[in-house]
């Protein structure tokens, strides 16, 4: 069993964009809500920001954005332009302040809130909240020469539930081996789309079976991020008869399963091992 760390900052709901090369200087917390409601009812979080005393001051920017995901798996910001989909929750909700600046030793609070519109339809509601440190110089050199430019920036998941009929669905829209096909192994990528209305973490089962069913190697793979409506993600898995393959056809089977076990997608495809 093999474990995907994949967005495992994600599922910690604390992103740090760029590395400092030192301890970092402000502390957040409150960076998850996920809040299950009803259409039309009012939602509220607070997002805990403070520096610490041995710091100097420094000013961040707050900013709600549409929550995207790369093919990758990586949660990324919706810029003007990207994918917009039925489950944002940046139209109904506001973030306040805009900026805040923060003395040494000092402590601020960011608002979320807002009303789900009454005739919101159930299922999962997303948005990141952005909260980007000003730019700081690390290096050495003489004036600004050898000086790098650095920021460090969090987010702040929104994972609103509204109640109602929950799906979690998907497809396999792709299941193909790379070429040319190995008898020793056989490597495997899928592409897993959420055609649901709400997220989950997916477990991959793969296996490859001769004419009889045998199975004669598999692989699991153990997701720790979730995959949002109505993006897709790509895997790969590996799969390495003990003994290799002799010349002939096989059945390669994929399955996709809830971390209770329920199946949620399966496909399946044939490969020839060729002499």
């Given at each position: 069993?093999?474990?995907n760390d994949m967005g495992l900052l994600a599922v910690l709901a604390l992103l740090l964009l760029i590395f400092l090369p030192c301890t970092q200087a402000v502390i957040?917390?409150?960076?998850?809500?996920?809040?299950e409601v009803n259409a039309g009812d009012h939602v509220s979080h607070e997002i805990t920001v403070s520096q610490k005393s041995t710091e100097n001051a420094t000013d961040l920017t707050i900013d709600l954005y549409d929550w995207n995901q790369t093919i990758d798996g990586s949660n990324i910001v919706g810029e003007e332009g990207s994918v917009k989909t039925p489950y944002s929750a940046?139209?109904?909700?506001?973030?306040?302040?805009?900026?805040?600046?923060?003395?040494?030793?000092?402590?601020k609070k960011i608002l979320v809130e807002g009303d789900i519109p009454a005739d919101t339809s159930p299922g999962g509601r997303y948005a990141i909240v952005s909260i980007m440190d000003s730019p700081k110089l690390a290096g050495k050199g003489?004036?600004?020469a050898g000086l790098v430019s650095v920021v460090v920036g969090y987010k702040a998941l929104i994972m609103i539930k509204v109640r109602g009929d929950i799906l979690q669905t998907a497809e396999i829209t792709d299941l193909s081996v790379e070429k040319p096909i190995s008898p020793k192994q056989q490597n495997v990528t899928m592409t897993l789309k959420n055609t649901?209305?709400?997220?989950?973490k997916p477990d991959?089962?793969?296996?490859?079976?001769d004419k009889n069913g045998n199975i004669l190697a598999n692989d699991t793979l153990v997701t720790n991020s979730s995959i949002i409506p109505p993006f897709s993600h790509n895997f790969r898995l590996s799969l390495k008869p003990e003994n290799g393959l002799e010349p002939g056809k096989y059945l390669?089977?994929?399955?996709?399963?809830?971390k209770d076990g329920t199946k949620i997608a399966s496909k399946e495809m044939?490969?020839?091992?060729k002499t």
């Amino acid at each position: 069993m093999r474990y995907n760390d994949m967005g495992l900052l994600a599922v910690l709901a604390l992103l740090l964009l760029i590395f400092l090369p030192c301890t970092q200087a402000v502390i957040v917390s409150g960076v998850i809500f996920n809040p299950e409601v009803n259409a039309g009812d009012h939602v509220s979080h607070e997002i805990t920001v403070s520096q610490k005393s041995t710091e100097n001051a420094t000013d961040l920017t707050i900013d709600l954005y549409d929550w995207n995901q790369t093919i990758d798996g990586s949660n990324i910001v919706g810029e003007e332009g990207s994918v917009k989909t039925p489950y944002s929750a940046k139209s109904f909700l506001n973030v306040t302040p805009s900026s805040i600046h923060l003395e040494p030793g000092s402590t601020k609070k960011i608002l979320v809130e807002g009303d789900i519109p009454a005739d919101t339809s159930p299922g999962g509601r997303y948005a990141i909240v952005s909260i980007m440190d000003s730019p700081k110089l690390a290096g050495k050199g003489e004036g600004t020469a050898g000086l790098v430019s650095v920021v460090v920036g969090y987010k702040a998941l929104i994972m609103i539930k509204v109640r109602g009929d929950i799906l979690q669905t998907a497809e396999i829209t792709d299941l193909s081996v790379e070429k040319p096909i190995s008898p020793k192994q056989q490597n495997v990528t899928m592409t897993l789309k959420n055609t649901g209305n709400f997220h989950y973490k997916p477990d991959i089962e793969l296996a490859i079976k001769d004419k009889n069913g045998n199975i004669l190697a598999n692989d699991t793979l153990v997701t720790n991020s979730s995959i949002i409506p109505p993006f897709s993600h790509n895997f790969r898995l590996s799969l390495k008869p003990e003994n290799g393959l002799e010349p002939g056809k096989y059945l390669i089977s994929a399955r996709v399963s809830l971390k209770d076990g329920t199946k949620i997608a399966s496909k399946e495809m044939e490969i020839e091992i060729k002499t």
